[in-house]
């Protein structure tokens, strides 16, 4: 089974400073892994995905995220953050089960931006 | 058009109540899900349907009913329910049930059981 940690479950940042999100995921074939942030009381959206193309994936908001493959890591960064970039993000590797796929989403790190 | 509608926005129902949350998506997609997220936890997954039929109960209690009537939309029927269950229900879908296909979610409906 696919499973993926998420390094820190606080990270605080001052507005206009980098983020950088830590995610470390287990997987024995090649895996499709995900972000997604919620902010309070909301849905999840979807930041970026990778699925075997780029290791370097472009997503919205000004986010990226590295696929390593010899790091077992998917970190997300951000070069300037905002205020509005405060709220949890997930990161989520898809699993294959005998039905098709699950996601396995990761513990979250909440994102505190400090003015 | 990348959204998936979920109604009521909140629910607040007693313990012998019947109610039913309702989801919606327009993007064509072959995959629904229903999730329960209980504060300051990632979703659990609870029923997946593909193709209008139930593919997965994640060994979900019979209090809580889900039902596809269309390709688009997604109801989950609550009965009898206890005050743990109280939590965000999310709605979620995708194009199929590839390992490639992101899923998209609704804003959630936050029901309390008293």
């Known amino acids: 089974a696919q499973s993926v940690t998420q390094l820190d479950s606080h990270v605080s940042v001052s507005e206009g400073t980098p983020v950088l999100l830590r995610c470390n995921y287990s997987s024995s074939y090649s895996p499709s892994l995900f972000w997604y942030v919620q902010h309070p009381n909301k849905g999840l959206q979807l930041l970026l995905k990778?699925?075997?193309?780029?290791?370097l994936v472009k997503g919205i908001n000004g986010f990226e995220a590295e696929f390593k493959k010899s790091e077992t890591s998917f970190h997300l960064t951000k070069p300037s953050a905002h205020m509005s970039d405060a709220a949890e993000y997930f990161c989520?590797?898809?699993?294959?089960?005998?039905?098709?796929?699950?996601?396995?989403f990761g513990a979250g790190t909440i994102l505190r931006v400090k003015s | 058009d990348t959204e998936v509608t979920q109604t009521p926005k909140h629910l607040v129902m007693g313990m012998t109540n019947k109610k039913s949350l309702k989801c919606e998506q327009h993007m064509g997609h072959r995959a629904m899900y229903w999730y329960k997220q209980k504060a300051k936890k990632p979703p659990e997954l609870m029923f997946v349907y593909s193709y209008e039929k139930l593919s997965i109960n994640e060994s979900v209690p019979s209090r809580f009913s889900p039902e596809c009537p269309n390709s688009s939309l997604l109801n989950l029927h609550l009965h009898a329910l206890q005050p743990e269950d109280s939590a965000l229900y999310l709605c979620a879908s995708s194009q199929d049930l590839g390992s490639a296909y992101e899923q998209y979610f609704g804003p959630g409906t936050r029901l309390t059981v008293t």
């Open positions: 989520v590797v898809s699993d294959r089960v005998e039905y098709g796929n699950k996601l396995v």
């Open positions: 990778y699925t075997s193309a780029a290791t």
